[in-house]
């Protein structure tokens, strides 16, 4: 079974950056399309963005465009998101998903 593992999360000012890490045990990473989700206190679960197998093709959320960044290291059997001009509103428990396997999550609060 595909276990995945969050990483990079913490506490930022407002326009300040973070990057994310969504590492995999046992299997590799490559066989998948990587989503990041994130989800609020109060609100759903949303989609943030996604990366194909080979990393050609990614797409996003219109509220992270030009801010975020997500790649994928298939080497190192990890997909990151980079977080840029990070905002209040970004502030969420930051999930990766593979194939409907999900990770603990990671908090990331943006906050002066």
């Known amino acids: 079974q595909l276990q995945l593992v969050e990483s990079g999360g913490g506490l930022v000012q407002p326009g300040g950056s973070l990057r994310l890490s969504c590492a995999a045990s046992?299997?590799?990473?490559?066989?998948?399309?990587i989503s990041w989700f994130r989800q609020a206190p109060g609100k759903e679960r949303e989609g943030v963005s996604c990366i194909s197998r080979d990393g050609g093709t990614t797409n996003y959320a219109d509220s992270v465009k030009g801010r975020f960044t997500i790649y994928r290291d298939n080497a190192e059997n990890t997909v990151y998101l980079q977080m840029n001009s990070l905002k209040p509103e970004d502030t969420a428990v930051y999930y990766c998903?593979?194939?409907?396997?999900w990770g603990q999550g990671t908090q990331v609060t943006v906050s002066s």
């Open positions: 998903n593979a194939a409907g396997n």
């Open positions: 046992a299997l590799t990473l490559d066989y998948y399309i």
